[in-house]
């Protein structure tokens, strides 16, 4: 029987969905992080662990090499990378892409439709007829507008600003210098801080009525409108808002554009590809 595998994986773990060809879920597994541009060789241990995990509970007695596999990863964009990574995978079909690529999946099934994904980094996908692009998530240097890592960052240079009279300061402002330990500290934390640790300070804007907080958020939301805006050329999609802010940014844009729920997740999308796979002539 022929058996069919979608794995998502990420920076703090991935998982794994295994299922028969009507798409009937037989096993499911989860292992480490899976971010090939930072560690393919920890990756590729993460997919085969919860590869192995989903195989045990299927009892089908089927090896890796028996699979059909659609691996939504970070750092899947990375086409060096991805090829490494194939080369140490045993599977006897498989595609690899970005774990963006298999959230929208996930989240628009089929359909025509515009997806933003917004937690500790960001990312923006658009199908329209069957062809679903990926666009935005270039990381927390060089993008990830609206994340949580952002909107963190963006605070802790807010604060400096405000204590070098730039900005008004602000009670929240205050707060943050004064925990950091003025502008030193808070430059020492940048100096080792990663998107994690920026992104634990979002709720603090997400959450507050200061002015310095609103202004923060209002200028997250403007630029995400406008990426939306942009996404969708002129015509009216329906727009899918994801991840730990995707609920506050719903919020403020539900007048705006047509707003649905996701159908599914990251996995259940990758699992959806993999099966595609099997369809293909």
């Known amino acids: 029987m022929a058996l069919f595998l979608g794995v998502d994986g990420g920076g703090t773990g991935c998982r794994a969905l295994l299922a028969d060809p009507t798409g009937r879920i037989l096993g499911q597994g989860t292992g480490g992080p899976a971010n090939i541009n930072t560690d393919i060789d920890l990756a590729a241990a993460s997919i085969m662990a919860a590869t ?10 089927a090896s890796p090499a028996d699979l059909t596999a659609a691996l939504g990863l970070a750092g899947g964009s990375m086409s060096s990378a991805a090829a490494r990574l194939e080369a140490m995978l045993p599977f006897a079909h498989m595609r690899i892409v970005n774990d963006g690529i298999t959230a929208a999946r996930g989240a628009l099934g089929r359909d025509d439709g515009i997806l933003a994904a917004m937690g500790t980094g960001s990312v923006f996908a658009v199908q329209r007829g069957g062809t679903l692009r990926q666009v935005g998530g270039r990381g927390f240097l060089m993008g990830d507008e609206g994340s949580g890592a952002v909107l963190g960052r963006n605070l802790l240079a807010r604060a400096m600003r405000a204590a070098d009279g730039f900005h008004p300061m602000s009670p929240l402002l205050a707060q943050v210098l004064d925990e950091f330990g003025g502008i030193e500290g808070i430059i020492a934390f940048g100096n080792t801080a990663r998107p994690g640790d920026f992104a634990r300070l979002a709720p603090r804007i997400l959450t507050s009525e200061d002015p ?14 406008a ?9 009216r999609l329906p727009v899918v808002l994801t991840g730990g802010l995707g609920p506050y940014y719903a919020a403020r844009l539900a007048d705006r554009w047509p707003l649905r729920p996701a159908l599914g997740d990251s996995v259940s999308g990758a699992l959806a590809m993999a099966l595609e796979i099997g369809e293909a002539p």
């Open 52 to 61: 192995t995990e989903a195989l045990a509970q299927s009892r089908t007695g």
């Open 212 to 225: 310095a907080a609103r202004a923060i958020f209002d200028a997250a939301l403007a630029e995400l409108d």
């Open 227 to 235: 990426s939306i805006s942009a996404l969708q050329q002129g015509d």
